[in-house]
């Protein structure tokens, strides 16, 4: 049986001015699958991703999620179909805990809201307390290290554990898709190995989830991803297994002077 893509892009387009960022980009990406987008800086990778969370309105094409076209709709109303994200740079609320950090993650498709519900302690005990205790087995899934630090501020996290806390935040949300942008940057050897698996145990207890990647580190887009898309000048310019993508003329092409594609 095959089963109709996850999340389908069909020309998907956008100019700012003269300057077309992401160029007729067609993209089909199945259930319970981690796709990695590699490309040069500039390529278009996270303005594809800002497309596809709905905060930039394409100038051509669609994008498709479970056979519905999910295109004109606003960026929450995308969240609560099942798209979660991260950011390049990190976003958490620095003065607040580690556990209401994953727990604002669930506003997409809590009654209250969980943001009223933080501000508002009184609307709605029972969901924010129904909301912790999820909270706290998603951190605990995450990492048991994080969860025992549940209480303590984000903001004296370390870039690692700000990652993983992104990740359970996005979790939060009970998406059927995560986008993680770039979220290797600023880490070293080992952090970089504890976020493959991670990811790979996300991927393991949530079957059909899938995580559509940006990355530069060239040893996790060589382990981690079942296939890679590689962008330049807004373009997808090749697709399928990263042994075999990367030997191809045109990526090469694409990253002359970068050296990533060629050491890896
Ligand atoms: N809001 C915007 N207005 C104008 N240009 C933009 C905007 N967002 C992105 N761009 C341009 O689109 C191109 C792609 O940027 P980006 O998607 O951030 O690249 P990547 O993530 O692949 O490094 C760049 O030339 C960037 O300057
Ligand atoms: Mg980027």
Redesign the pocket.
């Known amino acids: 049986m095959t089963k109709a893509p996850l999340l389908s892009l069909r020309g998907l387009g956008i100019r700012?001015?003269g300057?077309v960022?992401?160029d007729e980009v067609n993209l089909d990406l199945p259930h319970g699958h981690i796709t990695c987008i590699i490309?040069?800086?500039?390529?278009?990778?996270?303005?594809?991703f800002?497309l596809i969370t709905g905060i930039?309105k394409p100038t051509s094409g669609q994008v498709v999620l479970n056979g519905e076209t999910i295109t004109a709709l606003a960026p929450h109303k995308i969240a609560a179909k099942g798209i979660a994200r991260t950011f390049?740079s990190s976003r958490l609320f620095e003065d607040l805990s580690i556990l209401d950090n994953v727990i604002i993650g669930m506003h997409a498709r809590t009654k209250t809201g969980v943001l009223t519900a933080l501000l508002l302690p009184w609307i709605s005990r029972r969901e924010l307390e129904a909301c912790a205790t999820e909270a706290g087995d998603i951190l605990n899934r995450i990492s048991p290290e994080l969860y025992a630090r549940r209480y303590e501020p984000a903001g004296i996290l370390p870039q690692a554990d700000r990652r993983r806390l992104e990740i359970a935040r996005a979790l939060a949300s009970h998406p059927k898709l995560i986008l993680l942008?770039e979220p290797s940057s600023g880490m070293d050897d080992r952090d970089t190995a504890g976020l493959m698996a991670d990811i790979r145990r996300v991927m393991a207890d949530t079957p059909g989830l899938s995580f559509l990647i940006?990355e530069h580190d060239m040893r996790l887009v060589a382990e981690l991803p079942d296939d890679v898309i590689v962008?330049d000048y807004?373009k997808k310019i090749a697709e399928g297994d990263f042994a075999e993508v990367r030997l191809l003329p045109r990526v090469q092409q694409a990253y002359l002077g970068q050296k990533a594609v060629e050491n890896a």
């Open positions: 700012f001015g300057l960022a992401v490309g040069p800086n500039g390529a278009g990778k996270s303005t594809l800002n930039y390049q942008d940006i962008i807004g």
